[in-house]
């Protein structure tokens, strides 16, 4: 019985596991700041911003530099700038 219970519960795990992906679009990102957790538990004023077509680097001596993006269903092999906003 502790090995069906085992097994149950295994195979729940792997099942959210896999199920883990979400789906994410541009607007999702649009005016958001993200941290690295490594930045956030040592204080760090390095963050993260998203606009439409640019993340930007906000660095800790309040610099930035601006990179341009965008979201893809699959990994693509180099980038395509004709898909940034």
Known sequence: MKHLIFLICAL???INTVKAQVTISTSDLVGTKWQLDEQYDDNSKVYYEYTDTTMIWH???GSTLSYPY???DTIPTKFDYTKVG
Do not use: H, R
């Open 59 to 61: 660095k800790s001596d």
């Open 12 to 14: 729940f795990a792997c």
């Open 70 to 72: 965008y979201l893809s």
